[in-house]
Structures are given as structure tokens and as C-alpha cells.
């Protein structure tokens, strides 16, 4: 993890300001923050000391389960805040965050903010859309497994986990969070390889047609 500068901090928070989403002066406190493609931000168990907002990349979260197993749950993409569960509720059991690739957050720190936070209507309203909004999209995921085909959830995964243009995803975990057989799962990859949208590179796949990809996943974001 690296911590910027002032001046490479100005920079994003000139490229990406937030200070509309408070009523009190943020800026001086705001870490900005890269992660690596494969860091933890937050790793299950430990609670976070800030709130992040990412600005660019993207993570996935993680939870481990009474008998060991590991499963994903959802993702995280630019715009969304990590470590919101945190802030609200003083005893809270957190979840692995890890980043898919280049990740970029602004980071409050709950020790100085916390308060003026939980105490802030224009914050706390933005909040609340942002929670609102991620409840509709965890709802609409459960019911997805039942209204669309492999094809058009696997290319959503692929687009969102991807690492720029290479898909580097273990096909248990895929099978895991899609509710699919390890059977079914290769043969829609072989499918999108044979159509010419993925491309075997080694053990991972690339992703040579994106839009065709797009136009399969899309049919889930309508």
C-alpha cells in the first residue's frame, strides 16, 4: 500500500472531489491510497481505522466460513464506500476486501471524522443512497441464477473481475458464487473461446471481443 504525497494528493482530490459530499471541511484529513492488484485493504476479522471511497480499480469481498471455506460475496467498484458497516455499528464482523486490480481509495479516518460523520445530514443522506442502492443490486443478484442462463452471468463476472483485459479467476470460486457445476462452468468458457471472445493465455483467459462480453452482461443491468 502506498500513501501519496501533497501534491499527487491534490491532484485526486482536484480529479475526484468530494468535499459536496460533507457539510464540514474533509480535505485536510483524507489519505489518499494505492493498493496493488491482490492486496487486502481490509482483511476479514481485523476493523478497519478509516472509511474509503474508491476512485479508480476495483476489490472483492470475502468471508470465511465456520468450516474453513472461503466464498465471495459481491464487489466493489469506483464509487463505493469500504468500511461503512464499520462506521454505523460500534460491534461489527468484517469481511476481507482485496483488490482485482490497481486500486485507488480515499481513506477518512473514523479517529478524527467519526463523529462530525454520524452527525452530518449531507453525508449521511448521500449514505443512505449508497446503501439503498447496494441492497437493490445484492437482492437483484439472488434472483439472477434463476432469470438468466450461464452466459450472460459468466460474462458479467469475467468483465467485473477482470484485470484490464486478462481473467484470472479460480473456476471453484466462480462456481461457488454463480451457484453452477465445475462441468457447466467449462464448457461456457469453451463456448466463449470458441466464439473468439476469450483467448487461453496459459492458465488464465483473455479477453479478445470485451463488447460481445457487454452486450451479454448487459442484459443483466437492464
Given at each position: 500500500?502506498k500513501?501519496?504525497?501533497?501534491?499527487?494528493?491534490?491532484?485526486?482530490?482536484?480529479?475526484?472531489?468530494?468535499?459536496?459530499?460533507?457539510?464540514?471541511?474533509?480535505?485536510?484529513?483524507?489519505?489518499?491510497?494505492?493498493y496493488?492488484?491482490?492486496?487486502?485493504?481490509?482483511?476479514?476479522?481485523?476493523?478497519?481505522?478509516?472509511?474509503?471511497?474508491?476512485?479508480?480499480g476495483?476489490?472483492?469481498?470475502?468471508?470465511?466460513?465456520?468450516n474453513?471455506?472461503?466464498?465471495?460475496?459481491?464487489?466493489?467498484?469506483?464509487?463505493?464506500?469500504?468500511?461503512?458497516?464499520?462506521?454505523?455499528?460500534?460491534v461489527?464482523?468484517?469481511?476481507?476486501i482485496?483488490?482485482s486490480?490497481?486500486?485507488?481509495?480515499?481513506?477518512?479516518?473514523?479517529?478524527?471524522?467519526r463523529?462530525?460523520m454520524?452527525?452530518?445530514?449531507?453525508?449521511l443522506r448521500?449514505?443512505?443512497?449508497?446503501?439503498?442502492?447496494?441492497?437493490?443490486k445484492?437482492?437483484a443478484?439472488?434472483?439472477q441464477?434463476?432469470?438468466?442462463?450461464?452466459?450472460?452471468?459468466?460474462?458479467d463476472?469475467?468483465?467485473?473481475t477482470?484485470?484490464?483485459?486478462?481473467?484470472?479467476?479460480?473456476?471453484?470460486?466462480v462456481?461457488?458464487?454463480?451457484?453452477?457445476?465445475?462441468?457447466?462452468?467449462?464448457?461456457?468458457?469453451?463456448?466463449?473461446?470458441?466464439?473468439?471472445?476469450?483467448?487461453k493465455?496459459?492458465?488464465?483467459?483473455?479477453?479478445?471481443?470485451?463488447?460481445q462480453?457487454?452486450?451479454?452482461a448487459e442484459?443483466?443491468?437492464?
Amino acid at each position: 500500500m502506498k500513501i501519496y504525497n501533497k501534491e499527487e494528493k491534490q491532484h485526486y482530490l482536484d480529479t475526484y472531489p468530494i468535499t459536496h459530499l460533507f457539510s464540514f471541511p474533509i480535505e485536510e484529513f483524507i489519505e489518499v491510497r494505492e493498493y496493488k492488484r491482490g492486496e487486502w485493504i481490509i482483511r476479514e476479522g481485523s476493523r478497519p481505522d478509516f472509511l474509503f471511497y474508491v476512485i479508480e480499480g476495483k476489490a472483492k469481498i470475502y468471508v470465511t466460513h465456520q468450516n474453513g471455506k472461503v466464498s465471495l460475496l459481491n464487489f466493489i467498484h469506483e464509487n463505493d464506500y469500504i468500511g461503512e458497516m464499520e462506521l454505523l455499528h460500534e460491534v461489527y464482523y468484517t469481511k476481507g476486501i482485496q483488490t482485482s486490480s490497481k486500486t485507488i481509495c480515499f481513506a477518512i479516518p473514523f479517529q478524527h471524522c467519526r463523529s462530525q460523520m454520524m452527525e452530518d445530514a449531507t453525508f449521511l443522506r448521500e449514505l443512505s443512497k449508497f446503501l439503498s442502492s447496494k441492497a437493490t443490486k445484492m437482492a437483484a443478484k439472488s434472483s439472477q441464477s434463476f432469470a438468466f442462463p450461464l452466459e450472460n452471468r459468466l460474462a458479467d463476472f469475467i468483465l467485473q473481475t477482470a484485470d484490464e483485459e486478462l481473467y484470472k479467476e479460480k473456476h471453484v470460486t466462480v462456481c461457488d458464487f454463480l451457484g453452477v457445476s465445475y462441468r457447466h462452468l467449462l464448457h461456457v468458457l469453451s463456448q466463449f473461446c470458441e466464439k473468439g471472445y476469450l483467448q487461453k493465455d496459459g492458465r488464465h483467459y483473455r479477453i479478445v471481443q470485451p463488447n460481445q462480453l457487454e452486450e451479454l452482461a448487459e442484459k443483466l443491468r437492464n
